[in-house]
């Protein structure tokens, strides 16, 4: 395996803030509508303090082997062929991830862009440039990455003056109108928009700053940006939609957008949409980037070239594309991506966590 080149601090920052981001943006206000209600926001808000609690924890991990990522000391942990495991599953859960994505924003555009265009064609032209980015090394794709900033600054500005018109404060009352209970389960729902912060789990001993704990801040100011993007994004779609609509509604941002007028601009949303685009790219190379890495990590020595992984994901997920078309095959994978989610990004790592205290494998044994 080739020598992976370092980071800085605000680099981590970027990656992880835009591989947090993905399609959420545009479908959870419709998702969390029938869960939290009223109360999205809050549900959002408490989402992002345990996604928190999350980055925390992998923070921790990541301190006791400062030189090994995550999926080079798994073995050392565990063992090597329970961690070779365990890289296969996290390499598949990597691949699926980036995969229903893919389908996702196809899906999206073939809706509301290109209606006529096959979503094969949609979905091949998204995994090209995905896999041409994912070959990168890390401090490449962090280059790419910050050059798309700009693109989710601008997104952000365009979802904020689009909800001037037609707010309702009036949307959001009552607030905790059946307690405390739906707001927990939407609690769950949208904590996997959060997901995106495991990035650390590879990236942590390529991260070049002073001190460590400037890299938790890094990773915190990421995960506040997103949730300051995502409870924007809630409280617009709320009061400019009553909850009957929200349930109808499956991207209301894209349908406020269409309603916004700009002199210069014959459709917002469609620049909105072709903007986030880039966004969810960044998601989708940092997807296939990390699930070829742990495939590498199969062996010791390394298994294969990284490129040689890319473009077999980029095969798979166009082949795969066939066989799931629908909206509801989409969402029943989603589900399923979700709660592989809370086990790999929360529950394993802490269970890693556990057993390498309990067996006294620290940075000093290596």
């Known amino acids: 395996m080739s020598k992976e080149e370092t980071i800085s601090g605000r680099q981590l920052f970027v990656l992880v803030f835009m ?43 990541g301190s006791r082997y400062p030189s090994l990522n995550f999926f080079a000391y798994t073995s050392r942990i565990v063992g090597r062929p329970i ?4 890289n296969l599953i996290y390499g598949c859960y990597y691949v699926l991830s980036g995969f229903l994505l893919t389908l996702s924003y196809s899906d999206i555009l073939n809706r509301w862009m290109y209606i006529l265009t096959p979503r094969w064609i949609i979905t091949l ?3 090209i440039v995905g896999g041409y980015a994912a070959i990168s090394t890390l401090k490449r794709i962090a280059f790419v990455s910050q050059s798309f900033m700009i693109l989710a600054i ?18 959001l009352l009552p607030v905790l109108t059946d307690g405390w209970y739906p707001v927990m389960k939407g609690t769950y729902t949208a904590f996997t928009a959060y997901v995106g912060y495991d990035l650390l789990l590879y990236a942590y001993p390529y991260v070049k700053t002073r001190s460590k704990k400037k890299v938790l801040l890094a990773m915190t100011l990421a995960n506040a940006c997103t949730a300051v993007y995502y409870i924007a994004v809630c409280l617009i779609s709320t009061t400019t939609f009553g909850l009957k ?23 917002i949303d469609n620049l909105f949409l072709i903007v986030y685009a880039c966004i969810v790219l960044a998601t989708i190379y940092v997807y296939f980037y990390l699930a070829a890495k742990a495939f590498q990590h199969l062996r010791g020595s390394g298994l294969g ?48 966590l556990m057993v390498s205290a309990m067996r006294g494998v620290t940075r000093s044994s290596l």
């Open 154 to 171: 601008l997104g952000f500005l365009l979802i904020v003056f689009s909800g001037i018109y037609g707010f309702d404060i009036r949307n």
């Open 305 to 352: 070239k990284q490129q040689m992984w890319v473009w077999s994901i980029v095969v798979i997920c166009f082949i795969g594309g066939f066989f799931i078309e629908k909206r509801s095959d989409i969402r029943q994978w989603a589900e399923i991506q979700d709660r592989l989610s809370v086990i790999l990004v929360v529950a394993l790592p802490c269970l890693l």
């Open 83 to 86: 961690g070779a495991c365990l």
């Open 125 to 127: 032209m998204i995994l």
């Open 19 to 61: 591989t947090q981001l993905g399609t959420e943006v545009l479908s959870l206000p419709h998702a969390e509508a029938g869960i939290a209600g009223h109360d999205t926001w809050l549900a959002v808000l408490l989402s992002g303090l345990f996604a928190q609690a999350g980055i925390v924890l992998i923070w921790w991990v």
């Open 245 to 267: 609509q929200l349930l109808v509604i499956p991207e209301p941002l894209v349908f406020i957008l269409k309603n916004y007028r700009v002199e210069v601009l014959q459709s």
